[in-house]
């Protein structure tokens, strides 16, 4: 199984705390857009509740792919 | 039941852990205690009538009005019942029987644990002299916030004291609602304290571009008005004419209630790495009313940020249900980010006043920059101003304590996306 994962554009303001925390599914691109993964493996799963905890703007979802 | 003695709390869970103060740090307590898998009984005790609502859109959504209010909960009463977190709000915690392992309630009542988490945050530095009845507000809470939003409607001319971040994102709003805005400031650079005289500098031209008035150099002396406030008067005599006058003169952390206890209290409930109080191993405490240990400091301090709230919340949850071999220690570099007219600064790790500033890198427009700060050659902070993307690339230059000559190296000839890995776009 895999988890899907989405940042709402709409409220992601650019904190990158989520690029900081699982840069293997989070990116900055150079042109300062966030970049993701739109899955991810279980085994990220803790990662990805973190990242969701640590983003300032709600923005990250997270659910069974 | 017994509470054991300090070293069997560390191999026991406790049973009931009590969390005052809910706000963001805690109700991301509460709630990172389940996801923790403690089990045990959870009480979050609110000096607010509100649910749980995070502040920084207080000084920027909710004042632009881009977002009603409701916007702005941390969780909803589904949420924490769901979670089994009993939530009490409306009744400030008055007093704290340390033996007894009780708080005490405004209403009376009197809850037991055997974990207590202290959040309860700072409030707005009292205001030193007598203010007319109407029109002087601080912005810390949802009512503060809101009734701003409403005096905005009625085009007042607005003077803002103190030029810290709330004072100037404040005044980003008011300029952008088309008000006319004065900001009075006792220090001759404004903002130099918190990003250095070069961004400080950088951030006021840009707050001036949209014809925002900067008084520097010259304390409040006096506000005058009978029902409503008229005018704010400067120690070099100085009358501004006012309507509408919002106070951000800094916070001091909410430690009254703890008064008499064993907690060491200057500026802020002393912790360790673990967030575990100095004093007293049942008690911890989270936020802005906490002083951890920060990297590259000697003393613990208050780090008045967002993320801090957070990162700490997330670690006491953690540690609270573990032994003290197992706990983990604080590790992030301290962020903390602010608004003004679209624009926005974001900084990483806490530079010294003195710090010098260097500029890495510019937009081609020259209107946005990535600096850093540093003393002895070594990095202490660095900021982008209106460059989100730089931010991972500063934060580890930071982290790692680079030097400033490593980092001159970082924004150095133009790298193509191709030679980083590619991940699909949505
Ligand atoms: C307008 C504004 C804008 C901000 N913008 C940013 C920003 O852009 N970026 C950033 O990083 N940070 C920002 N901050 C700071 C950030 O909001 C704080 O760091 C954060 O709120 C700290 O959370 P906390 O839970 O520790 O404290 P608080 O949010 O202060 O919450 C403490 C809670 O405890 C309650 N309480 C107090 N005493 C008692 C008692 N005796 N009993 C029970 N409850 C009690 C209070 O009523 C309050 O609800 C901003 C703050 C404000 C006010
Ligand atoms: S942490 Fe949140 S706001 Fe920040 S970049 Fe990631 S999704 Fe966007």
Redesign the interface.
């Known amino acids: 199984m895999s988890l899907r994962v989405?940042?709402d554009r709409t409220h992601c303001?650019?904190?990158?705390?989520c690029?900081?925390r699982v840069?293997s599914v989070f990116?900055?691109?150079?042109?300062?857009?966030l970049?993701?993964?739109?899955e991810a493996g279980d085994d990220l799963a803790d990662d990805l509740?973190?990242a969701q905890?640590?983003c300032?703007a709600q923005a990250i979802e997270v659910g069974p792919a | 039941m017994t509470a054991g003695p300090a070293d069997s709390q560390a191999h026991r869970p406790p049973d009931r852990v009590v969390v005052v103060g809910a706000s963001l740090a805690g109700v991301r307590t509460a709630l990172g205690l389940r996801r923790a898998g403690f089990t045990g009984g959870v009480t979050l005790v609110g000096a607010e009538p509100w649910l749980p609502y995070d502040r920084p859109p207080l000084s920027k959504q909710v004042l632009l009005g881009e977002w009603t209010p409701d916007r702005t909960r941390l969780a909803s009463a589904e949420q924490l019942a769901e979670q089994g977190i009993e939530v009490l709000l409306g009744d400030p915690a008055v007093a704290l029987d340390e033996d007894g392992r009780r708080v005490l309630l405004d209403s009376g009542a009197r809850i037991g644990f055997d974990a207590l988490v202290v959040a309860t945050g700072a409030a707005p530095r009292p205001w030193p002299f007598p203010t007319p009845a109407s029109g002087v507000h601080d912005l810390r809470r949802l009512d503060d916030a809101v009734a701003i939003r409403d005096a905005f409607d009625t085009a007042p001319r607005v003077v803002v004291v103190g030029a810290g971040f709330v004072g100037t994102e404040l005044a980003s709003a008011a300029a952008r609602r088309g008000l006319p805005v004065t900001v009075v400031e006792p220090r001759p650079d404004p903002l130099a304290a918190q990003l250095g005289t070069l961004a400080g500098t950088a951030l006021l031209d840009l707050h001036r571009r949209h014809g925002v008035r900067f008084h520097t150099g010259h304390a409040v002396r006096a506000v005058h008005g009978g029902d409503r406030v008229s005018s704010v008067e400067l120690d070099d005599g100085t009358l501004l004419d006012a309507d509408l006058v919002v106070v951000g003169i800094g916070v001091l952390p909410n430690t009254g209630w703890l008064r008499g206890s064993s907690l060491e209290l200057t500026d802020g409930i002393r912790c360790d790495g673990t967030g575990v109080a100095t004093t007293n191993p049942a008690i911890w405490a989270v936020g802005d009313v906490a002083r951890w240990p920060v990297a590259g400091h000697t003393e613990p301090r208050r780090v008045e940020h967002w993320t801090s709230a957070v990162e700490q919340a997330g670690i006491v949850a953690y540690n609270l249900v573990r032994p003290a071999a197992e706990r983990r220690v604080t590790a992030a570099t301290p962020y903390v980010w602010t608004d003004h007219y679209g624009l926005k600064v974001q900084l990483v790790g806490l530079a010294g006043a003195d710090d010098e500033s260097t500029v890495l890198h510019r937009s081609p427009d020259g209107e946005r920059f990535v600096a850093v700060r540093h003393a002895g050659g070594r990095l202490s902070a660095a900021l982008a101003f209106g460059m989100p993307e730089t931010l991972p690339k500063l934060r580890t230059a930071v982290r790692s304590g680079a030097s400033l000559t490593e980092a001159t190296t970082l924004f150095g000839p133009a790298t193509t996306d191709t030679d980083r890995y590619v991940v699909p776009r949505r």
């Open positions: 989405h940042v303001e650019l904190h990158g705390q690029v900081e840069p990116r900055f691109t150079d042109g300062g857009d970049d993701h993964l739109a509740a973190d905890f640590l300032p």
